[in-house]
């Protein structure tokens, strides 16, 4: 306080001088100091007129009686104010490479003083210490970013008028870090279409906020902006270089910078882009070539300018991203209405003026691009995207402009044969220009839009025979529809159009064929009960046994692209797009029609991808579609298959999966056909029927004990039925009961192991939905793990092992079937039921076991149920479990088939290890432990078993030290030579554990 | 605290991003073999968690090791390391090398041959300190 006292006579001079010194000082102890001295600081500041910055440089010495001023003989050094108190703790160590030297610290303190104390102090040797810094010494980024935010803060707190004063030290400033922080590269990329297409830094981001926030607020330094040289130099430097590429670095640099100031201070308000655009624009379109100075000095637009326009692809550049930040002016103008339009909108009759010419010149830029040079397509495309994009209906761009920009779009579109950059990026234009249609409903524009370029590509996929490949087609158009819910309508009927017409050349063109309800008698299973793919897999087999090759190729490939188009495109947007699940379903019952007019189909590989497509787009179709539309298609279906004249035998089962799949609750008029088809097929050897059997056993409603009796208990060959063939005739007796075939009491050892598999699947079907005969079935199938059956006979090495991964299919999850997503039901805790159910047995058979084969298949199938168990179940159980497993790791590494099998059980081992569960029974069993683990460090056929072994006894560390010490020479030997292993991981794990024991 | 400093002010570095590519492309083929080379040594062997005996820094971020003064021979079985102390006169300099060598013959293969080098003309007694972390070596 003494200081304001004593330098009241001094002027005002010395008062902000002293108060300069205060300030100083104050930093040092943080910001209480201001904090007290606020109200009189700022009646202070209010009396004093303009400063001159440099007087505080003559000032500083002399004074007196400050109560930390100079000593004698650093009055130079305290010239600054602050550096002589700051100096000291900012200096750091001399040598130390941590960054920072004092400079650098001083000015965040600086920046930090001028945000905090906001209008009190004078601004003026504040800023001009910043500007000073951040134009020159400042190199580091934070540093300049925090100068800025705070010139932004000192911007909006002290207002336009005390601000004014600094103009001319703040914009070159500013330039100075716009120049620094902006790249040269700019890019041609699809992705920078519509993003500004250089990189924004901190330092450039804060910059432009501040350029924008001084425009906004002071118009006139716009001024600044517009006659600075390097602004207008510009000018020249593009009208040097045709192609960017051509630019040197920094006329690059030139051209960007100025762009985004130009761009940035136009955005700023209405004004800023008046004067901008009647400043620059004619220079601009003078460069361009669109405007020609006449011999009188006038500007005269040059209206059929086409040939004398000349694309420097700076000025291009300049000029989209003049129009790119227009544009999102033209709402805020069209609120305020009160004022006059054409003070508002002088840019905008700029623009459209040169409208024409400009959508004219940025047209050819892209025609006369060839596909190496990305640089002319993208200016070209963004220019187009630029003028499609201006709102409403004061747009300087008229409908008929705006027509012309759709067209040229479209046709770059449909020309290309090939898929280049100017093509992506014509599409992605479109699609812009379509979201933004949607987003601000401009209804004529819509219109516009659907006429050109919807109905366009939508013919192009209707007519199928054009120069473009199918695909692309496919992607435009479902690229450009999605963008509003009247165009996808539209696809859709386009492309059933589309489907109907290609599937029926396609069948015209082919000799008359039966087979072509059974295929799609199988699409429809695939439709109703979701099990697309099991269904699928059936239809292959049928195919398989009975097609021929011929036909009109294209036409089916063309479907079958359609279709994934549909899937992969349409259906996972379903619920963005309201309305789409109905055109689908209206897609699927004409596909449906389709199939129903037409009887001949044939299939080879492309017909196999049509039916794999067709499959999975009814399934996807079906799955999302409502129960309602679901019970639609299903009906339809219905209708197809009984008005066929395929063998009853073979449609009707079909269609009672299908109604079984979709609704539950509907009645099963003949479950017992359906499951002799399926197990036919199986035993067969064709597993997906046993899928479809498992899971329609799991889904049945009513008719699951007739389906069971089916399976179990009757025969599963009733003579006529079965197709002739090698191992379903052997069946033979009307007593083949499934688990004797199972048993290897009926035919070959093939279809004992067939049977095995389905009965497999059979079993978790009833084990997912809880049913209790899975007891049997779990019984049949550890019988078969036995080295000899019931009545004597030996069973074959295969069938025990097909047997013994039945029970991997029972027990782990499925990806084609029985899952959520094909709405299986699934009891909780259903594994643990059968963990309980089948580990005594298979324990007490494992003592028994009389061979060493069945005793290795014996652990497999033990070693399935155990780890796909969930972990809690083991840690209640390891006293009991624990030998068993450890027993189970030495048998299994044996052999190298089943090291998948060994490595999942000492997942299971390691789980048991790590919890505090099972802690005591490891310990208990720690010897045999180690020793397994030490002998699976060397398990050559897998390199995870030994990585796991190694982090496995890394993890009995754990136990307590006398119990483990014992065995620490036999680990380290283990682990030494593991420390050689050719796996770098496991080495890596290898010096862990060595390192812990 | 003062006179206990040999060097008060290392200079710290940057430490390199570690190479990730390879962890992924090596587990892919169960026979292929990965050989024991320079980066192991100095990464995964774990050369850059020995700190510095009177620094808080670790011996990459002073620069005493790099990953070029690490030689492996993989074939023959061997390696070389060569470390530079921070300053001419360093006193630790032998206990930086006993660490070293210590963790090395506690990371590799028995087979491999471990030989720990001051960096020629960058130390005061070179020569003395080798003699001292073979010695130790050999006991």
């Known amino acids: 306080m003494r200081i304001w006292r004593r330098s009241g006579n001094m002027g005002d001079r010395s008062k902000e001088t002293g108060k300069e010194f205060s300030f100083g000082k104050n930093g040092n102890r943080g910001n209480q100091q201001p904090a007290r001295l606020g109200p009189k600081d700022k009646k202070i500041s209010n009396m004093r007129g303009p400063n001159p910055p440099k007087t505080k440089l003559r000032n500083v010495g002399p004074m007196r009686g400050l109560v930390f001023g100079p000593i004698s003989g650093e009055s130079g050094l305290s010239a600054r104010g602050k550096r002589l108190r700051v100096e000291k703790e900012n200096v750091g160590r001399p040598g130390g490479v941590f960054a920072g030297d004092g400079e650098l610290d001083r000015n965040v303190k600086n920046s930090g003083h001028v945000s905090a104390t906001g209008s009190r102090i004078s601004p003026c040797s504040q800023l001009k210490a910043t500007f000073t810094t951040t134009s020159s010494i400042l190199r580091s980024i934070n540093l300049w970013v925090d100068s800025l935010k705070c010139l932004k803060d000192c911007a909006v707190n002290y207002g336009v008028s005390r601000m004014k004063k600094h103009y001319k030290d703040l914009w070159p400033a500013l330039k100075d870090a716009l120049y620094a922080s902006t790249k040269t590269d700019l890019s041609f990329g699809l992705e920078s279409l519509t993003s500004p297409g250089i990189e924004m830094g901190e330092i450039h981001r804060e910059a432009v906020n501040l350029l924008q926030r001084l425009v906004k607020q002071d118009i006139s330094f716009l001024g600044l902006v517009v006659e600075d040289i390097r602004v207008n130099m510009v000018f020249d430097t593009i009208s040097r270089y045709l192609r960017y590429e051509e630019m040197l670095d920094t006329s690059k640099l030139e051209v960007l910078v100025v762009s985004q100031i130009l761009s940035v201070s136009a955005r700023s308000s209405v004004e800023s882009c008046n004067i901008i655009f009647q400043t620059f624009f004619f220079r601009l379109m003078n460069t361009l070539g669109i405007v020609e100075k006449t011999s009188t000095g006038d500007l005269v637009h040059n209206e059929n300018s086409t040939v004398s326009t000349r694309l420097y692809h700076g000025g291009l550049h300049l000029c989209i991203e003049l129009l790119t930040t227009s544009k999102d002016l033209i709402p805020s103008s069209e609120e305020c209405t009160s004022t006059p339009e054409s003070a508002q909108q002088s840019w905008c009759s700029i623009v459209s003026r040169f409208s024409a010419s400009l959508i004219e010149a940025f047209t050819s830029a892209v025609q006369s691009s060839n596909d190496d040079c990305s640089a002319d397509a993208y200016l070209g495309v963004k220019g187009l995207l630029a003028m499609g994009m201006f709102r409403g209906g004061s747009s300087p761009v008229s409908r008929s402009e705006f027509e012309k920009i759709l067209t040229t779009l479209t046709s770059i579109i449909t020309a290309k044969s090939a898929k280049t950059v100017k093509w992506e990026l014509a599409l992605k234009a479109l699609v812009c220009m379509g979201s933004f249609i949607d987003r601000y409903s401009e209804s004529e524009k819509a219109m516009s839009y659907m006429a050109i370029v919807v109905e366009n590509l939508v013919s192009l996929v209707r007519s199928s025979h054009c120069s473009l490949p199918h695909p692309m087609i496919l992607e435009a158009t479902s690229e450009v529809c999605s963008t509003r819910p009247t165009y996808v309508e539209k696809m859709v009927e386009g492309f059933e159009e589309a489907f109907c017409s290609s599937f029926s050349d396609f069948c015209v063109s082919l000799g008359p064929m039966t087979l072509d309800r059974k295929v799609f008698t199988i699409v429809s299973v695939s439709i109703s009960n979701k099990q697309g793919i099991e269904s699928f897999l059936i239809s292959n087999y049928y195919l398989e046994n009975t097609c021929q090759v011929n036909g009109n190729f294209k036409s089916i490939e063309n479907c079958s692209q359609l279709l994934e188009c549909v899937t992969n495109k349409l259906l996972p947007r379903l619920t963005e797009i309201d309305g789409l699940e109905k055109s689908l379903v209206n897609f699927a019952i004409s596909m449906w029609n389709q199939i129903e007019s037409s009887i001949v189909f044939s299939y080879d590989f492309k017909g196999r991808e049509f039916v794999e497509a067709a499959m999975k787009t009814m399934g996807e179709i079906v799955g999302v579609a409502s129960v309602d539309s679901q019970n639609s298609i299903i009906q339809k279906v219905y209708n197809v298959i009984s008005s066929s004249t395929l063998p009853a035998m073979e449609s009707i089962p079909l269609t009672v999966a299908a109604l079984e799949g979709a609704s539950p609750k509907a009645s099963i008029p003949d479950v017992k056909s359906l499951v002799h088809l399926f197990l036919v097929s199986f035993l067969k050897g064709y597993i997906p029927a046993a899928q479809a059997l498992g899971s329609m056993v799991n889904k049945l409603g009513t008719g699951l004990e007739e389906a069971c009796d089916t399976i179990f208990h009757e025969s599963s060959a009733s003579g006529s039925s079965i197709p002739s063939d090698d191992s379903s005739k052997t069946i033979g007796g009307s007593e083949a009961l499934l688990s004797k075939i199972c048993l290897g009491f009926y035919g070959s050892l093939d279809l004992q192991t067939h049977a095995i598999t389905g009965l497999a699947w059979i079993g978790k079907g009833l084990l997912m939905r809880g049913d209790k005969r899975v007891g049997e079935i779990a019984l049949v199938l550890m019988e078969c793990l036995k080295s000899t059956n019931s009545s004597g006979n030996a069973l074959h090495p295969s069938a025990m092992k097909h047997a013994a991964d039945a029970f991997l299919t029972l027990m782990s999850d499925s990806e084609v079937c029985l899952n959520r997503k094909f709405h299986a039901v699934i009891r909780p805790l259903y594994k643990q039921r059968f963990f309980s159910i089948t580990v005594p047995i298979l324990e007490s058979l494992i003592v028994n076991s009389q061979t060493p084969l069945s005793r290795t298949m014996l652990h497999v199938a033990l070693a399935h149920v155990v780890s796909n168990v969930p972990v809690t179940v083991i840690l209640d159980n390891t006293k009991k479990l624990l030998p068993v497993i450890l027993e189970g790791l030495s048998v299994l590494s044996v052999d190298s088939v089943h090291k998948e099998t060994l490595f999942s059980l000492l997942l299971v081992l390691s789980g048991t290890l790590t919890d505090i569960k099972g802690q005591q029974s490891v310990s208990d069993n720690a010897h045999r432990i180690i020793e397994c683990l030490v002998k699976l460090t060397s398990y050559p056929h897998l390199m995870v078993v030994r990585e796991t072994a190694i982090q496995c006894l890394a993890t009995l560390l754990e136990l307590p030290h006398g119990r483990i010490y014992p065995f620490r020479r036999e680990v380290l030997q283990a682990v030494t030579k593991a420390l050689d292993d050719p796996k770098r991981r496991v080495r890596e794990e290898a010096i862990k554990c060595r390192q812990a024991w | ?139």
């Open chain 2, 1 to 139: 605290m003062v006179s206990g400093l040999i060097n008060e002010n290392p200079i710290v570095y940057e430490i390199k991003e570690r190479r990730d590519v390879r962890a992924y492309s090596s587990n892919t083929d169960e026979l292929s073999v990965d050989a024991i080379d320079q980066l192991e040594v100095f990464d995964i062997l774990f050369v850059r968690d020995i700190k510095d005996p009177e620094h808080p820094y670790s011996l990459e971020q002073l620069k005493v090791l790099t990953e070029d003064s690490v030689e492996v021979d993989d074939t023959k079985s061997h390696v070389r390391v060569t470390f530079t102390p921070t300053v001419e006169h360093c006193s630790m300099a032998t206990i930086i090398g006993l660490c070293v060598r210590v963790k090395l013959m506690r990371s590799l293969p028995s087979r491999y041959k471990i030989d720990i080098r001051v960096a020629p003309g960058t130390h005061a007694t070179e020569a003395a300190e080798q003699v001292s972390v073979d010695s130790r070596n050999s006991k």
